[in-house]
């Protein structure tokens, strides 16, 4: 079936650090790929998307590139700030308009 | 983009009663979407409401106990039926349009804490 593997947290990292929070997906066709945020204490925010494979989804200083090759959308950042400080789900829609989530990864950030 | 409020944003109830969480939307949407999130996890879909047509449940979720209605184009409830602490978890409503890559815009979830 439809289903997102992400990369387990939490992560800790100092400001100004490279960020890489790794997804893979397993569906049939062609999915759409996203990548929502949940700051502390707030609700669920998309962050970015892609529809199709070798789009790159970007957004405050965040990429992710969906790759059918490696069937992956990891989620980058070439300098993490405090204000960063979240839990981050990769999720697709395989077909129909059903999100299937993984599991979020906690990114933390100290200055 | 689609604003969306819930309520109650937090409830404490005993075990055996019953919640309904209201959610609305600032504009019309076509599908709207229902979400648990337990603890330290992730969400899961609990069903997909449509005005107009009865709600389609993911499996391991059936009627009798998450009973949701879609009156209309901007609101949709959930009711969580005779509750146990296993039921206690974040629910989330979202709401997108009816392209297939249309963003799901979600509300900011109501707290439940069964006891």
């Known amino acids: 079936g439809d289903s997102v593997t992400q990369m387990e947290g939490p992560v800790t990292l100092s400001e100004e650090a490279f960020l890489t929070i790794n997804c893979t997906y397993t569906a049939t066709g062609y999915p759409s790929l996203f990548w929502y945020v949940q700051y502390p204490g707030e609700g669920l925010q998309l962050l970015l998307k892609a529809t199709k494979a070798d789009d790159k989804g970007s957004n405050k200083g965040f990429e992710a590139t969906y790759r059918k090759e490696t069937t992956s959308f990891h989620l980058e950042k070439g300098s993490v700030q405090v204000s960063d400080s979240a839990v981050y789900f990769c999720?697709?829609?395989?077909?129909?308009?059903?999100?299937?989530f993984g599991t979020g990864t906690r990114l933390t950030v100290i200055p | 983009s689609a604003v969306i409020s819930q309520k109650p944003s937090r409830d404490i109830c005993q075990r055996g009663t019953s919640l309904t969480i209201q959610c609305q939307v600032d504009s019309q949407v076509t599908m709207m979407f229902w979400y648990r999130q337990q603890p330290g996890q992730s969400l899961t879909l609990i069903a997909t409401a449509n005005q107009g047509s009865e709600a389609t449940y993911e499996s391991g979720f059936v009627i009798d106990k998450f009973p949701i209605s879609r009156p209309n184009l901007t609101f949709s409830t959930l009711t969580v039926s005779n509750m146990s602490p296993e039921d206690s978890s974040i629910y989330l409503c979202?709401?997108?349009?009816?392209?297939?890559?249309?963003?799901?815009?979600f509300g900011p979830g109501t707290r439940l804490t069964v006891l």
């Open positions: 979202s709401a997108a349009g009816t392209g297939r890559a249309d963003t799901q815009y």
């Open positions: 999720a697709l829609i395989p077909g129909a308009n059903n999100l299937f």
